[in-house]
């Protein structure tokens, strides 16, 4: 079974395309968070880099996963750089094999929307490498394969903590008239922070800052502070 996270796709897809190519299922681990199978031959694990870590929901899934299957591994998706963040995952849970896949950066709330040409480059990249992965987990053989980037143990320590600490805060999101109250953004939410109120989205504390809100509304009607209203917004699509 192939266990994802994903707040925009990538991960959706990384993982969707694995079970494909290796005949295993993939499940969003935000509707399956009971007690797993044990009986499991594989498990892997797909989601997103985010402050170079894993996100939180991540984190409390493999910590509950009880059973070491025949074979395990971990891929996370990546504007870039992971960090240490698999050295970490390692300690929560035994994993044969770890990658990172280089995928369109999704965190438009700090960032340009990269250019058609950067993210048609990563998607058909990321498909070579996953008829790769693909082969390798068939094969049961140990692979670690990740783009950790510079100053690693820095980003995925003191400034991953400094981020969940300081700019996971809902306040900075607002909605503006372009909203249709279609209410998709509740019905994405993995946090399920998001109430309609009067029509309207309202969040809550806890943010996974998976930014499915702002980069899935379909009118673009989701801002988060200053930054994002001169911004596009992203979402999987495979184009490549
Ligand atoms: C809050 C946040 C933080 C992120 N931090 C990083 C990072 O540290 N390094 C990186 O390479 N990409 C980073 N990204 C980009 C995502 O990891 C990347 O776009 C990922 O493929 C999104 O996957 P998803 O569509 O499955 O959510 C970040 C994205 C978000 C939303």
New binding site residues.
């Given amino acids: 079974m192939i266990y ?11 993982a969707e395309q694995l079970a494909a190519k290796t005949g295993d299922s993939a499940v969003n681990m935000m509707l399956n968070r009971g007690p797993q199978p044990t009986n499991e031959q594989v498990i892997g694990l ?8 894993a ?1 939180e929901p991540v984190l409390e899934f493999t910590r509950k996963l009880s059973a070491k299957p025949a074979f395990s591994f971990a891929v ?8 240490t963040t698999m050295e970490k995952m390692r300690r929560v849970y035994p994993l044969d094999s770890v990658y990172s ?7 438009v ?2 960032s340009e929307l990269e250019s058609v040409e950067s993210i048609l480059r990563k998607v058909t990249k990321a498909k070579e490498q996953l008829d790769v992965i693909a082969a390798q987990i068939s094969a049961r053989e140990p692979v670690g394969d990740v783009n950790t ?1 510079s100053a690693a143990w820095l ?1 995925s320590s003191l400034i ?1 903590f400094g ?1 969940n600490m300081a ?2 805060s809902t306040k900075p999101f607002y909605v503006t008239e372009k909203c249709i109250s279609c209410g998709q953004c509740a019905r994405d939410c993995p946090a399920q922070t998001i109430r309609m109120v009067a029509g309207k989205p309202t969040w809550g504390k806890k943010c996974y ?4 809100c702002i980069n899935l509304c379909p009118t673009q009607a989701i801002e988060y502070g200053k930054g994002t209203a001169a911004r596009g917004r ?3 699509v495979d184009v490549a």
């Fill in positions: 994802y996270f994903s707040g925009t796709g990538n991960s959706k897809w990384v797909v989601f997103p880099i985010h402050a170079w870590g996100p996370c998706t990546c504007g870039l750089e992971a960090g896949i280089e995928m369109p950066n999704n965190y709330i700090g980037g980003k991953n981020f700019s996971c800052m998976c930014t499915a992203y979402s999987f």
